[in-house]
């Protein structure tokens, strides 16, 4: 095990559903149905000239994982804070539905179901998302605490969502969760019952 890899998704042996190390470009994930899986989507800029543009994950149906549902990353691992580095430029999450999510963390995770690592350009929108185990929706902003690199037009929307029972499992953050580089626009969301 590596702690380079970040706090919630293991090595880069960790498997997923769709999963991309590395590069991309105006990729879609629409409209497909995930269940009982250990993890549906995973997309990292590992590489410190790696990029990911233009994605869209939107419509699709995910029921009872294991670590998570959909996360996607920056190439900045804990720790890190001089670049280069890969970055996640623009992102979009919307209209998924979600439910029994991150039951079996792995050893680093809690569960999360919707993870997104420093985004600069970021809207999670129309989601409904019951019974996660971790937060609902989690997000890290732009850049980590400390990282010497330059995010200067960063901007997060996350609004009309609704997380409903979620918590379940891990406790310090919230049904749902946005912290470091900004701005964050939270507003219209319902974040029901968290644990």
Same mark, same amino acid.
């Given at each position: 095990?590596? #702690? ?5 998704? +293991? ?5 997923? &559903?769709?999963? #991309?190390?590395?590069?991309?470009? !105006?990729?879609?994930?629409?409209? &497909? ?7 549906? =989507?995973? #997309? ?23 670590? +998570?549902?959909?996360?996607? /990353? ?34 680093? +995770? ?9 985004? /600069?350009? #970021? ?8 019974? &996660?185990? @971790? ?5 890290? !902003? ?31 953050? @919230? +049904?749902? /969760? ?11 969301? =319902?974040? @029901?019952?968290?644990?």
């Amino acid at each position: 095990w590596s #702690l380079g890899a970040g706090p919630w998704i +293991g090595p880069d042996v960790d498997p997923a &559903c769709i999963r #991309l190390l590395g590069s991309g470009t !105006g990729i879609q994930i629409t409209q &497909c149905r995930f269940e009982h899986v250990n993890l549906p =989507i995973r #997309l990292k800029a590992v590489g410190s000239s790696d990029a990911l543009r233009d994605l869209l994950i939107s419509d699709n149906d995910i029921r009872y994982t294991d670590h +998570g549902a959909i996360a996607v /990353e920056d190439g900045c691992d804990w720790g890190k804070v001089l670049p280069p580095m890969g970055r996640l430029y623009d992102l979009r999450i919307l209209r998924n539905r979600l439910a029994h999510v991150g039951m079996r963390p792995n050893r680093f +995770g809690q569960g999360h179901a919707i993870m997104v690592q420093n985004a /600069e350009r #970021l809207e999670v929108a129309g989601n409904m998302l019951d019974r &996660c185990w @971790g937060s609902g929706i989690f997000v890290f !902003g732009a850049k980590r605490s400390g990282a010497v690199s330059d995010r200067p037009l960063s901007r997060l929307l996350i609004h009309h969502n609704k997380v409903t029972n979620s918590m379940l499992n891990t406790n310090d953050w @919230g +049904g749902i /969760e946005t912290w470091q580089g900004g701005p964050a626009y939270v507003y219209n969301n =319902i974040s @029901g019952n968290p644990g």
